[in-house]
């Protein structure tokens, strides 16, 4: 730990001996600090709108931490006021509480004289304010909506269509990269040509297969389609290249059938190519929009990115609870992309350039 502190707070100034920062220590800095607010910024600016209440997100202009009005409970009326400091008039620097509001007037009361109604313009008061995180945001997606279904439902299709698209595609590629017959590469230019098609041009007739196959409606009708990828076949192929055929060979010598050769040594060896697909494979199930929208439509099935567009109605969006579910459906992506980033990077660099 104290090498890696060593190293990240290493500067060509130090290390030349005199003390100071070089200008080129100053550019490094500034670049990646820029570099981490361009990044991460968006990403807290989302984390903390979804502690926020309606009305503070319709404020404008917008304001970084979270705030919500203090209120205050008086007798004689049976819930909480809010409460309001005078900024104009006889009034000005008391604090009052709102009983309601007419127009642009406001019919307050003193704290210490909760019976006496006294109207204020609304344009000389300001709210009383103080941070507060809105944790009923959170609360109530649990109380209004099925979201453990829903986390489920996407849990499933990604673990599952991710075990049969490593499974398909690794079986794919093994073939093209291992055996010789006729038209192989024309077998892979067709694969590899699939990827210049546009998903939206085959929706129709692969919704019209899946409907004959009986699997609207169903978290199959969602995974079976997508049980092999070009992406994959191609990735996994160019990696499995790389594996010698003496290996095979001396296998076959010993009696090996050509799936236990697959099972025992061919994946073993792609380990870093599979991971890299399964890596990108649930990233892929998991935000998935379109298919689902398009086989799914009874509530029960839908996953967290439909139920995310339940919020969006016609005429008004629930932006507090659609900020708060939003953070909720990242959240699973996002650790599994931090712990296993490294493999993207090595995968990639091994099967890329290969």
């Known amino acids: 730990m104290g090498k890696a502190i060593a190293f990240l707070t290493r500067t060509r100034g130090r290390s030349d001996g005199s003390g100071r920062l070089h200008w080129t220590d100053w550019f490094t800095y500034g670049y990646l600090?820029?570099?981490?607010?361009?990044?991460?910024?968006?990403?807290?600016?989302?984390?903390?709108?979804?502690?926020?209440?309606?009305?503070?997100?319709?404020?404008?202009?917008?304001?970084?931490?979270?705030?919500a009005q203090e209120t205050v409970m008086l007798e004689g009326h049976s819930k909480p006021l809010p409460l309001f400091t005078v900024t104009d008039g006889e009034l000005a620097g008391v604090t009052v509480a709102q009983v309601r509001r007419v127009g642009i007037?406001?019919?307050?009361?003193?704290?210490?004289?909760?019976?006496?109604?006294?109207?204020?313009?609304?344009?000389?008061?300001?709210?009383?304010?103080k941070m507060a995180l809105a944790w009923s945001n959170y609360t109530d997606l649990f109380e209004r909506f099925n979201f453990l279904q829903f986390l489920w439902n996407s849990t499933f299709i990604t673990v599952i269509s991710t075990l049969i698209m490593l499974l398909v595609n690794s079986m794919a590629a093994f073939a093209l990269s291992k055996y010789e017959f006729r038209g192989r590469?024309?077998?892979?230019?067709?694969?590899?040509?699939?990827?210049?098609?546009p998903q939206t041009v085959v929706l129709v007739p692969l919704f019209l297969v899946v409907r004959e196959m009986g699997m609207i409606n169903?978290?199959?009708?969602?995974?079976?389609?997508?049980?092999?990828?070009?992406?994959?076949?191609?990735?996994?192929?160019?990696?499995?290249?790389t594996i010698p055929d003496e290996i095979l060979d001396a296998a076959r010598m010993d009696k090996a059938s050509e799936w236990k050769i697959y099972w025992r040594i061919i994946l073993p060896l792609s380990a870093p190519a599979i991971a890299v697909l399964a890596i990108l494979a649930i990233m892929w199930r998991w935000n998935d929009f379109l298919w689902p929208l398009i086989v799914l439509s009874r509530t029960e099935n839908f996953t967290l990115q439909l139920?995310?567009?339940?919020?969006?109605?016609?005429?008004?969006?629930?932006?507090?609870?659609?900020?708060?579910?939003?953070?909720?459906?990242?959240?699973?992506?996002?650790?599994?992309?931090?712990?296993?980033?490294?493999?993207?990077?090595?995968?990639?660099?091994?099967?890329?350039?290969?």
């Open 33 to 67: 600090f820029l570099g981490i607010v361009l990044m991460f910024g968006p990403v807290v600016w989302l984390v903390m709108s979804s502690f926020k209440t309606d009305a503070e997100l319709n404020n404008f202009p917008p304001r970084f931490l979270p705030y």
């Open 105 to 129: 007037v406001s019919q307050v009361v003193r704290l210490d004289a909760p019976e006496e109604i006294i109207k204020v313009k609304v344009k000389e008061r300001e709210p009383v304010e």
């Open 185 to 197: 590469n024309m077998v892979l230019a067709l694969i590899i040509g699939t990827l210049m098609i």
């Open 218 to 241: 169903s978290l199959w009708g969602v995974i079976i389609p997508g049980a092999a990828t070009p992406t994959g076949v191609f990735l996994l192929r160019q990696y499995m290249l």
């Open 307 to 354: 139920a995310l567009n339940s919020f969006q109605g016609e005429m008004q969006t629930q932006w507090s609870s659609l900020l708060a579910m939003t953070v909720l459906t990242l959240l699973p992506i996002a650790v599994v992309f931090a712990f296993l980033q490294k493999y993207i990077a090595t995968g990639i660099a091994s099967t890329g350039g290969k």
